[in-house]
């Protein structure tokens, strides 16, 4: 089975916006269905193309000016990637600039260390308990 | 900020632009023309403007919760010079004359009501001076009073319908059901119907102010225009059952005669009420919803940046205090009771369809240039619906009136203001904005400038950073 890991980075004040969206009832059981059972959410400090530049701003930042950002990891099956990225898409867009990138990548296994299981068994809840 | 609106709040908004008391004169000359079969205009009407909303709410999707949507949609979309004439002609000329029109009626109405002793304008420019104070207050408590009268109107409306087609019919009128059922009668009725539908986008402005708008703001505005087509279908038999067609199409006030045969004294006195409710209720939407689209404008420089000045409740009051004052104006001198007005609101609305035309063309444009931005509405069946739009709209333009000399009169009239606007829009454009007039502004760009900011960094070029950073972050 193959697994991906979607990395989101984008605007801190997204992020209760971005897990209600997750959590609603029947998305979070498609999501369990298929593998996915949790997030890992990270506070950073980033910026992107625009370094750090404010929307308004006529000039661009000549120094990078590192912005607080919160960063969102999901691992989930491969078969799942497209819908869950056109929900993630369509929440945090706002067409201003700062909404954020998504990075997607291959994930060769998962363990559960406690039980040591893996692959989809390691991301759904364990068998053993 | 208070509370957020709801679904129920947005949809009462877009009833109280769309229920007119002139919607009620509108309806019963279609349906005095052809009987029953006029359902069909509106059903065809009711479906185009279905389509028109499905594409702003497209746009809406593309450039979410902007002040002055609408604007900066077809400025992002085609350019300054169409955006400025379509707007200005669509939506702030053609209100500037609605306004009063509908003052009048309620003055008329209260007239009927109360007694003729007190003169008619110290009505309508008494409502427009409440109505011009609730709007200063901020959007909030304006969509409170909105969803009351809304609520009032459309169960009393539906009422009236629903009592009409169910009702015994003892009123003594036996008619054809059908004056004509050619489609060459029929079909140029779309255009007398399509004043009963106008105004649904008007939820869009509301959507920063509104929760969950990525769900609300489309739904609200195919709510209101179903629950629009529902009345009015059945207001239609309701007319045939109770109302003789002849006596119809005659009458000043159709609704008050529907009402009285149907109902008696009791209809009587309740039609006037939901026609005072109606008459608020458009005067209020009209205030509130144009202000807010010229303050967008001015925020992104298509008109002078005065409008965008807001009061302690996020009130746009510069407009707000312009659009009562030139209401109260042409309805203290009496200029909206004559017929010039109503030839005036026929020409209007051909820039209103104009307007929804160019809606359909910019989802086309920016469906190609931002195939990818991810949209959380997509009108179906692209590019279907956009072309039934402008196909249908255009055919209502050119049927904007059954009588030819005044159809003669309204293109005349509407080359004549569509010339203006052009001129004052190349101006403006050349000289103040100094950008190409026909090179559109780019997404990233027009959601830049709904930052007040963005003015501010402009118009203080000459301050070091050090001391304009310092004063922005003051300010934010």
Known sequence: ?129 | MGKKLGLFSAVSTGIGMIIATSCFISLASGASAVGVPFIAAIVIVCLLNMMAAASVAELNAIMPNLTGGLAQYMLAGLGPLVTIVTMTGGYIISNIFAAPAEGAMFANVMCEFIGHNIPPAVYSVSMTILLVLVNLRGVNMSAALQSVIAAFMVISLLFFGIAGVVGPGDGGVQQEAVLSADLGDILPLTATAFWLFIGSEFIVPLGKDMKNPKRNVPLSMFLCLGIMCVIQVLMVIGFWRYTPWNELGQADSPHILYAVNLLGGVGRYWIIIVAIFAAVSTQNSIIGCVSEICCGMAKIGLLPAVFQKKNRFGAPYVVILLMGGFTILIEATGLSTGSAVQFLILTSSLFWMLTYIVYHINVIVLRKRMRQVPRSFKTPFFPVLQIVGIVGTAYMMFHISTDPATRIRIFALSAVIFAALAIYAVIWVKCKLKVPVLKSAGVRQVMSMENPMYYYVRHNKNKPDSEKKLEICTKL
Request: charged share 25%.
């Open chain 1, 1 to 129: 089975m193959e697994f991906s890991r979607l990395e989101i980075i984008t605007a801190e004040e997204k992020l209760p916006g971005l897990v209600e969206c997750l959590s609603k009832p029947g998305f979070m059981q498609r999501l369990h269905k298929i593998g996915v059972s949790g997030i890992t959410v990270s506070k950073v400090l980033g910026c992107g193309v625009q370094m750090g530049t404010s929307e308004y701003e006529p000039k661009e930042n000549e120094i990078m000016q590192l912005l607080p950002k919160c960063l969102v990891m999901i691992v989930c099956e491969s078969r799942m990637i497209d819908e869950l990225l056109e929900v993630i898409k369509q929440e945090l867009y706002t067409g201003h600039i700062g909404d954020g990138k998504i990075f997607i990548s291959d994930v060769t296994n998962i363990v559960r260390i406690r039980t040591g299981e893996e692959g989809s068994a390691a991301l759904n809840k364990s068998a053993v308990d």
